[in-house]
């Protein structure tokens, strides 16, 4: 009598050698979970033997169970899918992202989140390419590929049907069994653990990048950037007195500077020594409102606070386009290879493709000091009624971008030695990785005087300006974290405290009555990416409904406004 297909435990194909090694699908799954749970995991157990509250021995017992139940979790999770055409290729997909996942929280002290998911999928090819190293592919390889490969040469031993249907049932049921038995044991040490310390949850691999890939996809459709609401329609400028300059006003969008490695800021080392000459303010007390560009950029160009703009409901216009809309011509000049993040989609704009400059670039990319290059070319290709109105230009920088620090500066700014030279900033001396962080700093001070300097040889026609502030901070290190990114309400302040730097020339001062002291008064206040769209056009006299005078900085310092 013929075996029938519940009764055949695999196919006649395979040999008796292939037989022998074969798995259940059982076992494969508490195998590659297990691997999983421990070893992918090790970000998590990393940050829970640190916590002094989990120092003894019932600490001890906790961590276990908590092992226990993320790998109950998961093998129950994985029973739903455990069929003959589904189970390897997800198998595959866990494997694969808890390496990548472990990797980047291992070296890089990082937590995947919703925010991180999203500097993930916008980054471009360059910047993936700065984070690749040795130690990258290393890890890769051993705690990825090696165990896919393991599973791609194992037969799985398959039931038919009902039968498969049965065992994925018991193994759901036990994966749960175990959870509930893990979670009510210690369920106060947990409800507490993760009450006190909420970043451990985007440590669990790979579900915190499962969980923030759902987050991502359960916004509503309006945030999605195919409808954009538009925003001051009533924006406009008044007329120039006849005998007034326009003013030409030049935004500089910095890249990862940190307040709080500024010379200008109380930072002992002279990294800011040409703009102190050059009798700029710095405002010392400035936060960002993310921790990473494609949070920041979108929240500080957005007339929100960073609350309301992280729940609204749909996309609208922002500063750039506002300042457009009241008839000044803009010109958006990026030398940053991920872009504007969308807020400069619908004004003029030059990438950083078209900024080949001798001397300044090499394997496309450019320093940041070509974006002053034929500047006055772009300028004259404006349409001629808006520049008589005035000019704003804004010129996302290069800037301290990281981890590969070392290639933000060109050889005769590489002041402070020796400095580390690799993006794999772990196998650097914490030393080299600042002493590199800060020459980007030092050229940024370059960039900007060079840029006043230019302002100042065409007061002639203009009346100049320039407002510096960047996006966010960087971790270069403390508490073995680097870079940006985390969950902003655990982020260190590295990561939150950012620089705001303004310089008027004396016609700009003398035509909008504001002037420099005035904002120096504000140097230790307390301000944030929340004034910065209404700074701006409080600035630029800019009169539209959605200013907000109690967010203009600026606007508060014209005389009849004190």
Not at 75 to 90: D, E, G, N, Y
Not at 280 to 304: D, I, K
Not at 453 to 467: G, M, R, T
Not at 522 to 533: A, V
């Amino acid at each position: 009598m013929p075996l029938s297909s519940r009764s055949k435990p695999l196919p006649p194909s395979l040999s008796p050698r292939a037989r022998r090694r074969s798995l259940g699908t059982g076992s494969a799954i508490v195998l590659v979970v297990l691997w999983i749970a421990s070893i992918g995991n090790l970000p998590l157990w990393r940050a829970l033997a640190a916590l002094p509250e989990l120092g003894d021995a019932r600490g001890l017992a906790f961590g276990v169970a908590f092992g226990v139940g993320i790998a109950a979790f998961q093998i129950a999770l994985l029973s739903l899918l455990a069929w003959r055409w589904t189970l390897k290729p997800v198998l595959t997909v866990f494997l694969l992202s808890a390496a990548a996942g472990a990797y980047f929280m291992l070296t890089y002290g990082v937590v995947i989140d919703r925010s991180m998911m999203v500097n993930v999928l916008l980054t471009d090819t360059r910047e993936a390419t700065e984070l690749f190293s040795l130690r990258m592919l290393v890890i890769l390889l051993l705690l990825g590929v090696l165990p896919v490969a393991l599973l791609w040469r194992t037969p799985l031993r398959w039931a038919g049907p009902l039968r498969q249907l049965g065992r994925n049932a018991m193994l759901l049921v036990a994966g749960l069994a175990v959870l509930a038995l893990a979670v009510g044991i210690f369920f106060q040490d947990l409800s507490a653990t993760m009450r006190n310390h909420t970043q451990l949850r985007y440590l669990i691999n790979p579900m915190n990048s499962f969980y923030a890939l759902a987050i991502m996809g359960r916004q509503p459709i309006q945030r999605s950037g195919a409808t954009v609401l538009p925003l001051g329609e009533d924006a406009r400028v008044a007329p120039l007195p006849a005998d007034a300059k326009p003013p030409l006003v030049i935004m500089v969008l910095g890249e990862t500077a940190r307040a709080d490695h500024l010379g200008l800021n109380g930072y002992e080392r002279p990294t800011t020594p040409k703009l102190a000459e050059r009798g700029v303010v710095s405002l010392r007390n400035a936060w960002s409102c993310g921790t990473n560009t494609a949070a920041s950029v979108p929240c500080m160009f957005s007339h929100l606070d960073r609350e309301a703009f992280e729940n609204r409901q749909a996309n609208t216009e922002g500063l750039v386009d506002v300042l457009q809309r009241a008839g000044l011509a803009v010109l958006w000049i990026d030398n940053q290879p991920g872009g504007c993040k969308g807020v400069c989609d619908r004004v003029p704009r030059v990438s950083y493709h078209e900024l080949q400059v001798p001397g300044l670039c090499r394997d496309d990319e450019c320093f940041d000091e070509a974006m002053l290059h034929g500047l006055q070319e772009r300028i004259d290709q404006l349409p001629a009624e808006r520049r008589a109105r005035g000019v704003v230009v804004f010129m996302h920088q290069m800037g301290s971008h990281g981890p590969a620090y070392y290639k933000r500066t060109p050889p005769e700014f590489k002041k402070f030695q020796p400095e580390c030279t690799t993006n794999a900033l772990q196998q650097c001396e914490r030393e080299e990785v600042v002493n590199a962080y800060d020459n980007t700093i030092a050229y940024t001070d370059h960039f900007l005087a060079t840029t006043i300097d230019w302002l100042k040889a065409h007061e002639a026609h203009w009346a100049p300006a320039l407002v510096y502030v960047s996006d966010h901070g960087e971790s270069l290190g403390e508490n073995n974290l680097y870079l940006h990114g985390l969950p902003y309400r655990f982020a260190p302040d590295a990561q939150k405290h950012v620089p705001w730097i303004t310089w008027l020339s004396p016609q700009f001062e003398q035509q909008s009555g504001i002037r420099q002291g005035c904002v120096a008064e504000k140097q230790d206040t307390e301000l944030s990416h929340d004034e910065y769209f209404h700074s701006v056009l409080g600035l630029l006299d800019v009169q539209t409904q959605v200013l907000n005078p109690q967010r203009d900085i600026y606007g508060a310092c014209r005389p009849a406004q004190r």
